[in-house]
């Protein structure tokens, strides 16, 4: 049974930074897609950014340029950087993960961006 272990959410002041990390363990396949979606209080949720067993990368509009995705492959973990952080990136912050045609998806974790 596939596991995503979720951490690096917190408090920040607008324009920091934080890193999330996702860990995918539990299976010997490599993730086809790997990716963060996040829903704000209030809102529904939505996409932040993906990345492909390739490489490939897609991000929201609203996050270009701030956030950057990157994954470990030997440890099937994804990474996202986000820097000049802002109070509407306020959110819970979901890790997804597809696996030979099945998705997964971590328990979340919690961002908040407040002076």
């Known amino acids: 049974q596939v596991q995503l272990e979720e951490s690096g959410g917190g408090v920040v002041q607008p324009g920091g930074s934080l890193r999330l990390s996702c860990a995918a363990s539990?299976?010997?396949?490599?993730?086809?897609?790997m990716g963060w979606y996040r829903r704000a209080p209030g809102e529904q949720r939505e996409l932040v950014a993906t990345?492909?067993?390739?490489?490939?990368?897609n991000y929201a509009d609203s996050v270009k340029g701030r956030f950057t995705i990157s994954r470990d492959y030997g440890e099937n973990t994804v990474y996202l950087q986000m820097n000049s952080l802002k109070p509407e990136d306020t959110a819970v912050y979901y890790c997804?993960?597809?696996?030979?045609?099945?998705?997964?998806w971590g328990k979340g974790t919690l961002v908040t961006v407040s002076s």
């Open positions: 997804n993960v597809a696996i030979r045609g099945t998705e997964y």
């Open positions: 539990g299976s010997r396949f490599i993730a086809y897609l």
């Open positions: 990345i492909t067993s390739g490489g490939g990368t």
